[in-house]
Nanobody, 125 residues
Framework: QEELVESGGGLVQAGDSLRLSCAAS????????MAWFRQAPGKEREFVAA????????YYADSVKGRFTISRDNAKNTVYLQMNSLKPEDTAVYYC??????????????????WGQGTQVTVSS
């Protein structure tokens, strides 16, 4: 059974860093595009970052470009999100997602088959 488990969330101050991890099991991780989405209270889920199966192509939302870095370790079936220079507006539940199909755009949540349970990130000012 496919499963994605996020970890690494927490409460930090503005300007701090956090690294989120997402461990995958039950799916062919090396063949899956992976992504991070987030959802703040009262808002819709939004795209944060994505990485193609080989790791050679990455994509970011404008709001995190230059501050966040997505990476993957196919040997460990894990995808990471390094978040630097965190801002209060980054506060949200962060979700890991996996797509077993190829799509030209990885920004849409509908393109992902599997989702984790989410990890809370809270940034205080």
């Amino acid at each position: 059974q496919e499963e994605l488990v996020e970890s690494g969330g927490g409460l930090v101050q503005a300007g701090d860093s956090l690294r989120l991890s997402c461990a995958a099991s039950g799916l062919t991780f090396s063949s899956a595009a992976m992504a991070w989405f987030r959802q703040a209270p009262g808002k819709e889920r939004e795209f944060v970052a994505a990485i193609r199966r080989g790791g050679g192509s990455t994509y970011y939302a404008d709001s995190v470009k230059g501050r966040f870095t997505i990476s993957r370790d196919n040997a460990k079936n894990t995808v990471y999100l390094q978040m630097n220079s965190l801002k209060p507006e980054d506060t949200a539940v962060y979700y890991c997602a996996a797509s077993g199909s190829w799509y030209s755009s990885l920004e849409y949540s509908r393109n992902y088959n599997y989702w984790g349970q989410g990890t809370q990130v809270t940034v205080s000012s």
